[in-house]
């Protein structure tokens, strides 16, 4: 069973930049297409991006042109590249596979955008 494990987040003004990373113990990050998911205060959890084993990029559209996500595969590693991060972003935000199959979610990092 994979073991996901996100970190990065934390704290920052409105305008700021955070990364996060999410490291795959157990598990390949190479062999799924994975993305970056997050869950706001009272709020269902969204998707939002996506980079496939091809390295192809998807985005909601309400972080098209702020955020990156990429892999680094030597390091078994996904990252999410936040700029110009705004209040509403703020959630807690989770690794997993994309299009979601029961892989376990891991305890996710939480991004704070203060205004």
């Known amino acids: 069973q994979v073991q996901l494990v996100e970190s990065g987040g934390g704290l920052v003004q409105a305008g700021g930049s955070l990364r996060l990373s999410c490291l795959a113990f157990?598990?390949?990050?190479?062999?799924?297409?994975m993305g970056w998911y997050r869950q706001g205060p009272g709020k269902q959890r969204d998707w939002v991006a996506a980079?496939?084993?091809?390295?192809?990029?998807n985005y909601a559209d309400s972080v098209k042109g702020r955020f990156t996500i990429s892999r680094d595969n030597a390091k078994n590693t996904v990252y999410l590249q936040m700029n110009s991060l705004k209040p509403e972003d703020t959630a807690v935000y989770y690794c997993?596979?994309?299009?979601?199959?029961?892989?376990?979610w891991g305890q996710g990092t939480q991004v704070t955008v203060s205004s």
């Open positions: 980079i496939s084993t091809s390295g192809i990029t």
């Open positions: 997993n596979r994309v299009p979601y199959d029961g892989q376990s």
């Open positions: 157990g598990g390949r990050v190479t062999i799924n297409a």
